[in-house]
Nanobody, 129 residues
Framework: QMQVVESGGGLVQAGGFLRLSCTAS????????MVWFRQAPGKAREGVSC????????LYDELVLGRFTISSDNAKNTLYLQMNSLKPEDTAMYYC??????????????????????WGQGILVTVSS
């Protein structure tokens, strides 16, 4: 059974940092592109950052570029999101998701949510001003 579980969220002051983790079971990271999405209250879900199954390609939304860093440890089936210089507007539920990319390029890394097959329950990040 495939399962994706996020951890590491919480409350932090503006300018602070957090590291989110996402552990997947029942799948092999080498076959999946991984992504972080977020959804703020009253807003649409948006792609934050993705990483290709090889780890060689990463993409970021322009709102987090230079502040957030995505990485993965394929041996541990774990995805990370290091979030620095956090702003109140980063407050949202953050979701980890996996897209089967076995038959795609090693660089496949979409930020569109309809490309993803398996989702975590989400974890709350709150940034106070």
């Amino acid at each position: 059974q495939m399962q994706v579980v996020e951890s590491g969220g919480g409350l932090v002051q503006a300018g602070g940092f957090l590291r989110l983790s996402c552990t997947a079971s029942g799948l092999t990271f080498d076959d999946y592109a991984m992504v972080w999405f977020r959804q703020a209250p009253g807003k649409a879900r948006e792609g934050v950052s993705c990483i290709s199954r090889s780890g060689g390609t990463t993409l970021y939304d322009e709102l987090v570029l230079g502040r957030f860093t995505i990485s993965s440890d394929n041996a541990k089936n774990t995805l990370y999101l290091q979030m620095n210089s956090l702003k109140p507007e980063d407050t949202a539920m953050y979701y980890c998701a996996a897209a089967l990319a076995q038959y795609y390029s090693h660089h496949y890394c979409p930020l569109a949510d309809d490309q993803y097959d398996y989702w975590g329950q989400g974890i709350l990040v709150t940034v106070s001003s």
